[in-house]
């Protein structure tokens, strides 16, 4: 079956760390999202590719890297400096059509981050 | 830009009762509108879409919704819910047209189902 996986449930950074959260998705959409999600503020965009080897800052990226060198493949790399980063990560994915305007998003299961 | 908002952040529900959530947006054309559904620990699950057409939808798990463009609302509604529903809801709205658009998430609505 078609679907997004991400890898691994469960991550934990030590301080001055960088870790990196794997996405990956079979269902030939070209449009990939991370989200993170924060009790009571629901889903806060991170970064967002339309396409391989394009990438566009949502509205949190600050502390936050991506790449998107595969069109299956859009891992996220939390870096040392998003002072903080505990929260539930989403990936998800869509068809982008350009006569369509917004379309539906797939998710995955999440990766829970936290602080040792 | 787009905005949602889900006034409810808690809701309780008999087993058996009828249940709808509130969501409001904001957005200056017809909008594309969604409902999804995340239980503890996992993903979001569409239940939902309108893009245009018929203004109440249909979906799955026996839910259904209904677009009011003269209320800026996208309720969604079950007439009779389980104890399986129990669950957080997210409303979320995009831009229409051409192009490639964003979505936009309410801050959720947590569904609690009583015996």
């Known amino acids: 079956d078609g679907g997004i996986t991400q890898s691994p449930k469960y991550l934990f950074r030590k301080e001055g760390q960088n870790v990196t959260l794997s996405c990956e998705q079979n269902?030939?959409?070209?449009?990939m999202y991370w989200y993170r999600q924060d009790p009571g503020q629901g889903l806060r965009l991170i970064y967002y590719?339309?396409?391989?080897?394009?990438?566009q800052k949502g509205d949190i990226a600050e502390g936050y890297s991506v790449s998107r060198e595969k069109k299956e493949s859009f891992p996220l790399t939390v870096t040392s400096a998003q002072k903080n980063p505990t929260a539930f990560y989403l990936c998800?994915?869509?068809?982008?059509?350009?006569?369509?305007?917004?379309?539906?998003?797939?998710f995955g299961d999440g990766t829970r981050l936290s602080i040792l | 830009a787009q905005s949602v908002t889900q006034p409810d952040i808690h809701i309780t529900v008999s087993e058996g009762a009828s249940l709808e959530l509130r969501c409001n947006y904001s957005?200056?054309?017809?909008?594309?509108l969604f409902w999804y559904v995340q239980s503890p620990g996992q993903g979001l699950q569409l239940l939902l879409k309108?893009?245009?057409?018929?203004?109440l939808v249909q979906g799955i798990k026996g839910f259904e919704a209904e677009f009011k463009r003269s209320q800026s609302s996208f309720n969604l509604r079950k007439p009779s819910v389980h104890w399986s529903d129990a669950a957080e809801y997210f409303c979320?709205?995009?831009?229409?047209?051409?192009?490639?658009?964003?979505?936009?998430f309410g801050t959720g609505t947590r569904l609690l189902v009583s015996p």
């Open positions: 998800a994915s869509s068809i982008d059509s350009p006569h369509r305007g917004s379309q539906p998003q797939h």
């Open positions: 269902l030939n959409h070209d449009a």
């Open positions: 590719s339309q396409i391989v080897n394009d990438f």
């Open positions: 957005y200056g054309a017809t909008p594309y």
């Open positions: 309108y893009f245009s057409g018929d203004t």
């Open positions: 979320a709205v995009g831009a229409g047209g051409t192009g490639f658009q964003k979505l936009v």
